[in-house]
């Protein structure tokens, strides 16, 4: 029996509702699989234990998630709190923390979801946005000065260096060469930032040689938030700096429906350090309470942190088992239907044990 080590941290708004029927569908589907095991420790650490302590986690947090073999996520950030404090106090911390540099977005249409794009059929949308997770606008560099003041600055410091590009593009056209079409968009700005991402084309370039099969193509980030709306069939694999990516993948989940049904993995594909995985979405604190957040993103990246952890059978039996739930129309008010989220968890444990 394989006995994988989970660490939940459900967070806040409606990061426990989600994570609570994540967690039911996992042990659905171990108990069906009957070849693994999952123990899971649970963490209060969020919004409450900040209100509670002071900080989101405890000093030596991220050393204690450690000894996991994967990190479950629900969600984080409360009305009361600044964002960037909740953010850079536990997600943040986590990811750059454990040295989770590449960050995983699968985008796509599922059966009985419609896009808020006319005529989009699934086969029409099938993406992965890989974001690099450790660097570029979201490297913590920047300062404030003469505060309040008039003359009051502050800088905003996007870091690039030649390590974390490189890491992230072999990564990027590793994952465009195993997908059929073997496409890859690189996505910079590199007219108008003319140092850090004009050193993430030549990298691009570089890399592109060792991948031979991938066919690369550059776009400008504006040009390809253009794209994603026109042209969607023309996407398969792209690749962008950190907030490129935040950016192009909330647009990329709602042109497949509804944040409600993004995953993302934020891995150490070096595996020197647990895995997280977690829905896209936010607290959502406006539904936080009332049972009906949908529970599809976490599903989803459930499959993601199965597959990470080596159990790819049971990681697309629960991909078939969601994509079947949402054909039949069990789905959550955000996706235009009626069903609760314990609902949809349930309808998903139904359908991996017919098998669908
Ligand atoms: C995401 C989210 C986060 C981010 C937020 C919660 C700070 O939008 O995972 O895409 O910007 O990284
Ligand atoms: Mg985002």
Same mark, same amino acid.
């Given at each position: ?23 039911? @569908? ?61 953010? &850079? ?37 099938? &993406? ?78 570089? @890399? ?5 099969? @991938? ?80 529970? @599809?993103?976490?599903? &989803? ?56």
């Amino acid at each position: 029996m394989r006995i994988h080590r989970i660490a939940v941290i459900p967070g806040d708004g409606i990061g426990p509702e989600v994570i609570a029927a994540g967690m039911q @569908v996992l042990e659905a589907l171990a108990a069906l699989d009957g070849g693994f095991r999952l123990e899971f420790t649970s963490f209060d650490w969020g919004s409450e234990h900040f209100r509670r302590t002071g900080a989101m986690m405890p000093e030596d947090g991220v050393e204690q998630l450690r000894r996991f073999d994967a990190i479950y996520f629900g969600a984080v950030g409360a009305p009361d709190i600044p964002d960037h404090v909740t953010l &850079w106090g536990l997600r943040l911390a986590i990811c750059q923390g454990l040295d989770q540099w590449a960050n995983l977005r699968p985008v796509r249409l599922l059966p009985g979801i419609r896009s808020p794009l006319a005529g989009l059929a699934p086969d029409d949308l099938d &993406w992965v946005i890989v974001r690099e997770n450790s660097e570029g606008e979201y490297a913590g560099h920047g300062g404030r000065s003469h505060r309040g003041r008039p003359h009051e600055v502050a800088s905003e410091v996007a870091v690039f260096t030649r390590a974390g590009v490189t890491r992230i593009m072999r990564f990027a056209f590793a994952v465009a060469r195993s997908r059929p079409r073997r496409h890859l968009t690189v996505v910079t700005k590199s007219n108008a930032q003319r140092y850090g991402l004009v050193l993430w084309d030549e990298v691009a370039a570089e @890399v592109a040689r060792e991948f031979p099969e @991938v066919t690369v193509e550059r776009v400008l980030v504006d040009a390809m938030a253009a794209r994603m709306v026109r042209e969607p069939r023309r996407i398969d694999t792209v690749v962008a700096t950190n907030l490129h990516a935040d950016i192009l993948s909330d647009l990329a989940a709602a042109l497949a429906g509804s944040l409600g049904i993004a995953p993302t993995a934020n891995l150490d594909p070096d595996r020197r350090a647990p895995s997280m995985f977690e829905p896209i979405h936010g607290s959502a604190f406006d539904i936080a309470g009332k049972g009906v957040a949908n529970p @599809v993103g976490a599903l &989803w990246s459930a499959a993601l942190m199965l597959e990470h952890l080596g159990e790819n059978a049971a990681a697309s039996r629960l991909l078939r088992a969601i994509e079947a739930v949402c054909a039949a129309g069990i789905l959550t008010p955000d996706l235009g239907g009626r069903a609760t989220t314990l609902e949809v968890a349930g309808a998903v444990c139904v359908a991996l044990g017919s098998g669908e």
